[in-house]
């Protein structure tokens, strides 16, 4: 037997007022993750959690303050890379990555292959997930105030790219600490 549209919302709706207490949640982080996405996506509580596959972790510590950044050490920052005209939701989207080189530091690249001080840290792809060209970094000497931060995963956005870049020091949220 097969009931109208009206029917089943009627019945969909009946059932979400009795089980309210199961949905609320989802709507709250559906509102949560939207206001984060287009309203102000600074990370306000220290436990951060990382849905992407540029590092192996998926909760981390955020502690706030500045301090001299060491190779090797887990950060957030806020986007401002060139793919913002591309991506306009990059804009400001709090990134989590390992500092790979500080500033001094000479970055080149060989067929496509980025190496900091001689030292191989990945290969940039040639295109995106959408099937746009991505550029690699220009050679360059790490400037004072800049990093140059990268993700352990092949497909991480980081600053092999040009449109992402090296990260200036007041992009920094803080350092992170990887819990699991």
Avoid: C
């Amino acid at each position: 037997m097969k009931r109208s549209l009206r029917t089943q919302a009627i019945d969909f709706a009946t059932h979400m007022r009795r089980r309210w207490y199961l949905y609320l949640p989802v709507f709250a982080i559906w509102a949560f993750a939207y206001t984060r996405l287009f309203i102000d996506p600074t990370p306000r509580v220290p436990v951060l959690f990382n849905w992407t596959g540029s590092l192996p972790y998926r909760v981390a510590w955020l502690q706030h303050g500045e301090h001299p950044l060491q190779r090797g050490e887990f950060v957030i920052f806020s986007f401002a890379g060139e793919a913002r005209t591309a991506y306009p939701g990059l804009d400001g989207q709090p990134f989590f990555k390992v500092v790979r080189g500080l500033p001094g530091d000479v970055v080149t690249v060989s067929d496509r292959t980025v190496s900091v001080n001689g030292i191989v840290v990945g290969t940039a792809k040639a295109q995106a997930f959408d099937r746009r060209p991505l550029e690699p970094i220009a050679p360059t000497v790490i400037p004072p105030g800049h990093y140059y931060v990268q993700g352990t995963g092949p497909d991480s956005f980081d600053s092999r790219y040009r449109s992402s870049g090296l990260v200036r020091a007041e992009q920094v949220l803080g350092t992170v600490v990887p819990l699991f």
